[in-house]
């Protein structure tokens, strides 16, 4: 019998989606009498829980800080037991969102451009529209460095701008980002193959938490993406690509706006939701892989020194 612990919840802001993930995902393995689960939320037990369940992997299933920044997987590689999806360095640079952009560039991925601001040097409302109209121009996307789900995230003017920055001062840094309007596709990669690709047309201002996690937001879920051959394929490989690059493992999750003929890479995501309105198992299903086949297709690249 197969022993799977199952780690759900966490401290991050996107706690209660991570419990519908797993929600959803033990529902699935429960239907496998060969499988024995286990569905912990982390705390400071974790590793005297693992000694005593004694599992033969654990499917991680946390998603943004503590979960999906390498903090958890350094902690699991050190109790030397096989895990889910990315490895600790993977982890900790897609989720850091100056990091891995300054990667992509080096790779000649094309991300919007932007800037850090620091709340050390406070800038007045003066200073800070002249610098982003200096670098950057109106509008901006304004968001923490290190969140998932579009946590704390601000599509700003120079009207609201110095108001949304003073919202997330409880952050130390902020990226300021170009924004670029067109489409939203997002591609999901799958043990170094490429998934598939999903267009989304929120019907709020963009793909936003409630967007993302609300039926009642009603956006709009296109697939297969009507792109032209040549696009659909350069955004696929762009996708593996910086997936590659990072050294990702098991699935990742690639947010892009596509604008004048161009794929901007927003960010990649490591540990992608696996709830009913979620895009990897959309896009999965599309292509002919179930749920159950989803799932356990992440469970079988498990492993340790990754």
Same mark, same amino acid.
């Given at each position: 019998m197969k022993k799977i612990l199952i780690l759900a919840g966490g401290y991050s802001n996107e706690k209660e989606i991570s419990l519908q993930t797993a929600k959803s995902v033990y529902k699935e393995l429960s239907k496998d009498k060969k499988k024995k689960l286990k569905v912990i939320n982390p705390n400071g037990d974790l590793i005297k829980k693992i000694k005593k369940f004694k599992p033969d992997l654990v499917l991680n299933l946390l998603h943004g800080r503590y979960g999906e920044d390498g903090y958890i997987q350094s902690i699991l590689e050190n109790? %030397? @037991? $096989?895990?889910?999806?990315?490895? @600790?360095?993977?982890? !900790?640079? +897609?989720?850091? &969102?100056?990091?891995? $952009? &300054?990667?992509? $560039?080096?790779?000649n991925i094309l991300t919007p451009k932007y800037f850090i601001y620091s709340f050390k040097k406070k800038l007045n409302r003066k200073q800070i529209i002249l610098k982003i109209k200096n670098k950057l121009n109106f509008p901006v996307v304004v968001k923490p460095l290190n969140e998932g789900s579009s946590v704390n995230v601000f599509i700003c003017g120079i009207k609201d701008i110095y108001k949304n920055i003073n919202k997330l001062s409880h952050y130390s840094e902020l990226m300021i980002e170009k924004y670029i309007p067109g489409r939203e596709i997002q591609v999901a990669i799958l043990n170094n193959k490429i998934l598939g690709a999903i267009e989304l047309k929120p019907k709020r201002k963009f793909y936003d938490y409630t967007a993302k996690y609300s039926s009642h937001a009603k956006t709009e879920h296109i697939i297969p993406v009507k792109l032209n051959a040549k696009n659909s394929k350069k955004v696929n490989n762009i996708a593996l690509k910086a997936h590659k690059i990072l050294k990702c493992r098991g699935v990742t999750r690639s947010d892009? /706006?596509?604008?004048?003929? %161009?794929?901007?890479?927003?960010?990649?995501?490591?540990?992608?939701?696996?709830? !009913?309105? !979620?895009? @990897?198992?959309?896009? +999965?299903?599309?292509?002919? #892989?179930?749920? &159950? /086949?989803?799932?356990? &297709? #992440? #469970?079988?690249?498990?492993s340790t020194n990754k």
């Amino acid at each position: 019998m197969k022993k799977i612990l199952i780690l759900a919840g966490g401290y991050s802001n996107e706690k209660e989606i991570s419990l519908q993930t797993a929600k959803s995902v033990y529902k699935e393995l429960s239907k496998d009498k060969k499988k024995k689960l286990k569905v912990i939320n982390p705390n400071g037990d974790l590793i005297k829980k693992i000694k005593k369940f004694k599992p033969d992997l654990v499917l991680n299933l946390l998603h943004g800080r503590y979960g999906e920044d390498g903090y958890i997987q350094s902690i699991l590689e050190n109790q %030397k @037991v $096989k895990y889910t999806h990315s490895g @600790v360095l993977s982890s !900790s640079i +897609a989720i850091d &969102k100056e990091i891995s $952009k &300054k990667i992509f $560039k080096e790779n000649n991925i094309l991300t919007p451009k932007y800037f850090i601001y620091s709340f050390k040097k406070k800038l007045n409302r003066k200073q800070i529209i002249l610098k982003i109209k200096n670098k950057l121009n109106f509008p901006v996307v304004v968001k923490p460095l290190n969140e998932g789900s579009s946590v704390n995230v601000f599509i700003c003017g120079i009207k609201d701008i110095y108001k949304n920055i003073n919202k997330l001062s409880h952050y130390s840094e902020l990226m300021i980002e170009k924004y670029i309007p067109g489409r939203e596709i997002q591609v999901a990669i799958l043990n170094n193959k490429i998934l598939g690709a999903i267009e989304l047309k929120p019907k709020r201002k963009f793909y936003d938490y409630t967007a993302k996690y609300s039926s009642h937001a009603k956006t709009e879920h296109i697939i297969p993406v009507k792109l032209n051959a040549k696009n659909s394929k350069k955004v696929n490989n762009i996708a593996l690509k910086a997936h590659k690059i990072l050294k990702c493992r098991g699935v990742t999750r690639s947010d892009f /706006r596509f604008f004048n003929g %161009k794929f901007y890479l927003l960010e990649l995501n490591t540990q992608p939701g696996m709830t !009913s309105l !979620s895009l @990897v198992p959309e896009i +999965a299903n599309y292509y002919g #892989i179930n749920f &159950k /086949r989803l799932i356990e &297709k #992440i #469970i079988n690249d498990a492993s340790t020194n990754k």
